[in-house]
């Protein structure tokens, strides 16, 4: 028996072995009640989640994920894996798992080897994770603004950008075979189903539950029910208090740039107002690329759609790779210190994907593929509401 049959049983017996239900001690306090009380009061507004504006619907499916983390939350990287194959889960895993989250997993991982090796390794899942999080329309905080502009909730909506993303995570996964470093063993990198910092060891209601809500989203298309349907679930379940460690945790960061960003759309006009919404919903066109370099996560809720959804997604998808800042979630992963290596190493990257997937889209989708794939799902990214700058 070879070394792959052999991982491969030793994964199918650490399946097999997976309990049933979680272990760990469930938690009624007051924090959870309140919680409770706040879903009660959703169920008024339950009917209403498409009347709300782009960057309040996105604020409450950033809450709704976050908090599916928390409850949810028992993911470490298995001992063994090889290094190629880490990018290619942080893409993919991005897509239905806040990219925050796969981050912070990696950043608190202890690499052994050259400390240069180690940072472009990073850089590698980083732009993974950014750029792979678009192959569904909630996967990433800074797309998700842009396809509610569009009416953009369906499933497969974003799937004609996962031959560029299947591409670059490949080019990624080549790259890190030939780091010279490897896992050192910590409570991250599990060996035995253990969780990452000492959590539960992962169980068939923490799969369960994840596949339930995220299918309820993609069914429902209404974040204020599945935030409503959470939130309800957590609390009787007893896990109230890991929804809202989940919440502050992952996304406490991107959530006060999204709050920021509602108030400067519904704030009086003010010198700094008039100011930063001329930097980030006045530019139309390639000229994007300024604020976005800025932050995507800004830009992306304060832009002012055009009606030419693919061209700015391509932006929007270049520009969060150029610094730490332009993602926000870089800011986790690297300390100021090392941008420079980050730049370095994601620079030639970035510009690889704009030409990989701005060919693809103008030269092999808007040609030969569009009008076929549209005529099987036939919903077009078809801009609905314009932003309300005032």
């Known amino acids: 028996m070879n070394d792959s049959s052999i991982e491969v049983e030793r994964t199918l017996t650490k399946i097999k072995t997976l309990p049933l239900f979680k272990a760990e001690e469930r938690k009624w306090g ?11 009061v959703l169920l008024a507004y339950e009917g209403s989640a498409h009347s709300l504006d782009v960057v309040s619907e996105t604020i409450i499916l950033v809450v709704f994920l976050a908090g599916l983390m928390g409850v949810t939350r028992s993911i470490g990287i298995p001992l063994g894996i090889p290094l190629s194959a880490i990018p290619v889960v942080c893409g993919f895993g991005s897509m239905f798992m806040d990219s925050f989250l796969i981050l912070l997993l990696i950043s608190r991982t202890n690499f052994e080897g050259e400390i240069l090796e180690v940072l472009k390794f990073k850089t590698y899942c980083t732009i993974a994770a950014l750029v792979g999080g678009i192959g569904t329309y909630f996967g990433e905080v800074y797309m998700l603004p842009l396809c509610l502009k569009y009416g953009m909730r369906e499933w497969w909506c974003m799937l004609p950008f996962w031959p560029p993303i299947a591409i670059l995570l490949s080019v990624l996964a080549f790259l890190c075979s030939r780091l010279k470093i490897v896992l050192a063993a910590t409570p991250l990198v599990r060996e035995n189903g253990g969780g990452a910092h000492g959590a539960a060891r992962l169980s068939w209601q923490d799969i369960g539950e994840f596949c339930f809500f995220i299918a309820l989203l993609l069914y429902t298309k209404n974040p204020i029910l599945c935030i409503l349907s959470l939130t309800l679930w957590s609390c009787f379940s007893g896990q109230g208090d890991d929804l809202i460690k989940g919440v502050w945790d992952v996304d406490r960061a991107v959530l006060g740039l999204l709050v920021f960003a509602l108030l400067l759309v519904h704030a009086p006009a003010f010198v700094l107002t008039d100011w930063t919404l001329a930097l980030f919903s006045k530019s139309e066109g390639w000229y994007v690329f300024i604020p ?30 150029f610094m730490p800042f332009s993602s926000l979630v870089g800011l986790m992963v690297f300390k100021p210190k090392e941008w420079l290596s980050y730049f370095k190493t994601a620079f030639p990257l970035m510009v690889f994907w704009f030409v990989l997937c701005g060919t693809y889209l103008f030269f092999i989708w808007k040609p030969f593929l569009e009008e076929p794939f549209y005529s099987v799902f036939e919903k077009r990214p078809a801009l609905v509401e314009a932003a309300e700058l005032h």
């Open 292 to 321: 976005a370099f800025a932050n995507s996560v800004l830009a992306g809720a304060l832009l002012s759609a055009t009606g030419d959804f693919w061209t700015e997604a391509l932006i929007l998808s270049t520009a969060v790779q």
């Open 30 to 40: 007051l924090e959870p009640l309140i919680f409770l009380l706040i879903g009660f």
